[in-house]
């Protein structure tokens, strides 16, 4: 009895270590594409300043319509407004990225 037990637990185990591993890998690329999205906003920066000598880096209707667009797609298993916060912390990291250079 104890034997299987131990065996189905080691399953369990190396199952666990295989999703962990699997959303390290995840996290990783979301990583990427963050780093992607910093890049793109500091050339868009660039881009404002080069046509305008006071460019705006806070635009609201701009920001609601990533967060609507995103909404939208969105075909998780959670909440939407939990995740909202996330995206709303990332588009206000990048903001502050424009506002910096």
């Not at 299987?4 to 699997?22: G, N, T």
């Not at 990783?28 to 963050?34: A, G, M, V």
């Not at 609601?64 to 990291?93: M, P, S, W």
């Amino acid at each position: 009895m104890h034997k299987q037990c131990f065996e189905q637990k080691k399953d369990a185990s190396l199952f666990l270590k295989e999703l962990r591993a699997k959303i390290d890998k995840i996290d990783d690329e979301i990583l990427t594409l963050i780093e992607q999205r910093e890049k793109t906003v500091l050339e868009i920066a660039a881009t404002k300043r080069e046509v305008s000598a006071n460019p705006k880096y806070f635009v609201p209707k701009r920001e609601q319509q990533i967060v609507d667009r995103i909404k939208a797609k969105y075909k998780g298993c959670g909440d939407f407004n939990r995740l909202e916060k996330a995206f709303t912390a990332i588009i206000y990291h990048c903001r502050l990225l424009q506002e910096e250079v």
